[in-house]
Structure formats: C-alpha cells, structure tokens
C-alpha cells in the first residue's frame, strides 16, 4: 500500500506538505505552474504590502480631489476609484488570473502592520479568488513608552478586523520575539486565526561604512534557523486549536520530516527553492514517501506531532532547551 503524503492545512486538503512560500517564484504564473508541476501542493502569492496601500490611498484622494474647491463639477470627470489602475489593483487582477489558471490552492499574502486599508484589501483579495490569506505581521516594537501588552493587543486587534471581514480561512505570520509565546499565540487563535505561520524573518538592515548609511540586506535561510520553529510549534501543537506552518530553514526533506515530527501541518519553503529550482520539489516528495515507508509510517498524518510537548520523554528539552547538557557535549567534543 502506498504512503499518503496528504494533509490537512487551514481547512485545505493538500496532496503533501511541501508549500512554496512568497518568493519572486511565486509571483509569476510561468513559475507558479513549475512549482505546481515539481509538486507543490499550495502557494503563497507574494505579499501586497502596507505601503502600496498606503500611496494608493493617498493617490486616488489626490486624484479625486484635485480642483474641487474651484470647479465642484470637475469631480465627474475623474474615473472611479475602482476603474483607476493601481499597483494593488495590477496585485489583485494578476492573482485572480493565477488562480484560474493553476490546479492548486493558492493563498494570498498582506503585509504590515496597522490597521489602516487592511480590511478592505483582505476581502479584495478573497473576491480575487485566494483560498485563504496569509496576514503577515512586520511590526518591531522600537518606542520605550510601549509595552508588551500593548503590543500584542495591536496584533490582536489587526487579526480580528481582517478575519470579521473573511469568509475564507486566515493565517497569521509572526515573530518569535514575545515573552509569553503560548498564551499570546492563543489570543491570536481567539481573535480569529485559522492557522499560524512560525517564523517571519525580521530583515535586519547592515550599515554602509562609506556612505554611513543604513541599507536593507536580504540573506537567504540557513538550516539553523529551523530550530526556533521546531521548539515552538512542538510546545504549541497540543495546546492550540489550530493549523501550523513551519517555514523558515527547510532546506530538505529531513527538515520536512522533522517539522511534522513535532506538529507541523505543512512546511514552507522559498530560499531552497530559489536556489535549487523547482523540480528540486519532485525529489523533496519522493524521498520523504521513501522515508515514511522505511519508517513504516503509513501517512504523513500519522507522522504529524508524534513528537511535539505532551508526546516528548523530557519535556525540559524543548521549555529549557536542556541549556547546559548542550553547553558540556559541546566542550566534551572539543
């Protein structure tokens, strides 16, 4: 009998767990069917991004405006803000047209991080014909005067105005950088998430030693930073009802493997793929059937959290990280 590679993600069934996450390979139909092809069971469509919001906003009030206080009339001049091309208007044509095109479910992408269009664009990008959204959250908190709480509770907030106005299902992208993991992924849950994507990668900018200059400076994933999603989806598998998505530092199908060991519903996966290529997705599949099989694993649901928290010997490795054991096996081996 062969494996079953399907799971289950958002409401979604996928054929396995392999996702392309939000790439320049995801924006491009022509890549899009690669992916598809190679066997990716969902993609993530890039991002719309707050900023283009934003300037739409102020673009269309400056459009529709202008000239008002000296000829009222002129305003029946100007074309209605939904026939006015935009760059989230090219963003939502150009999905809708991936999306009748492709076999696969493809998930629609906003990021920011304040309330402001949000809503509006999450039900336009349902109309445009995503299976679900994927609201991925970019804030660094860098004001002394702000809290914790007061942080969370902007997260908070932001997911319950977007899922109010959703019929499909939502994911929510974070960070790890929060003192209460559990109990704030818990709110994000009660607030309306469907899912949650662990983790975003926060972009850290470099300096320019000659110009003195802050300059943003994009480093594909490593393997290492699997690590953080490991431990925290393996902690939150058993206490959340709810999707998980590990993304971040898969680079193989032991990384696969390992992700769903501890909970993980599927895995997502860009540097890789921009890297190896598409059909890289083919032989990811193959081997991790392999896998199962040798494991005698009959599903990949029967993998799936077989060693998150409650399922794990010793606990005290994923809530201490077992600190000190690591520190002298380190200097055993030196």
Not at 213 to 226: G, I, K, T
Not at 240 to 265: F, I, M, Q, R, Y
Request: charged share 20%.
């Amino acid at each position: 009998m062969s494996v079953d590679l399907s799971t289950k993600y958002l409401g979604l069934t996928l054929k396995n767990p392999l996702v392309a996450s939000a790439s320049p390979l995801t924006g491009e139909l022509d890549s899009l069917r690669r992916l598809q092809d190679a066997g990716a069971s969902a993609a993530i469509w890039p991002s719309l991004f707050e900023e283009q919001i934003e300037h739409e906003q102020m673009e269309m009030d400056r459009l529709y405006t202008v000239g008002a206080n000296s000829y009222a009339e002129s305003l029946s001049y100007f074309p209605e803000p939904e026939d006015y091309r935009t760059a989230p208007g090219d963003y939502l044509k150009d999905l809708t047209a991936a999306k009748q095109a492709l076999d696969i479910p493809l998930i629609g992408s906003l990021n920011g991080s304040s309330r402001g269009g949000w809503v509006r664009y999450a039900k336009l990008i349902e109309e445009a014909g995503a299976d679900a959204l994927e609201l991925n959250i970019y804030f660094v908190a860098t004001d002394a005067e702000m809290a914790s709480a007061e942080v969370e509770q902007r997260y908070v907030d932001l997911v319950a105005d977007v899922k109010q106005s959703l019929g499909i299902p939502l994911a929510v992208k974070i960070g790890p950088y929060f003192s209460g993991l559990p109990h704030f992924a818990k709110q994000l849950v009660e607030a309306g998430a469907n899912g949650l994507v662990l983790f975003n990668r926060f972009l850290e900018p470099d300096v320019d030693l000659e110009n003195l200059q802050f300059h943003p400076s994009l480093l594909l994933s490593s393997r290492a930073e699997l690590r953080l999603p490991l431990r925290w989806i393996a902690i939150l598998r058993d206490q959340l009802d709810c999707a998980l998505a590990a993304t971040s530092g898969v680079h193989c199908t032991e990384d696969v493997v390992k992700a769903l060991l501890v909970g993980a519903d599927i895995t997502m996966m860009a540097s890789i793929l921009l890297q190896r290529g598409a059909a890289y997705l083919t032989q990811m599949a193959q081997e991790l059937e392999n896998w199962l099989e040798e494991h005698e694993y009959q599903s990949v649901e029967q993998l799936k959290g077989s060693m998150s928290r409650v399922h794990c010997s010793d606990p005290s490795q994923l809530e201490r990280a077992n600190y000190m054991k690591a520190l002298v096996s380190y200097t055993d081996a030196v």
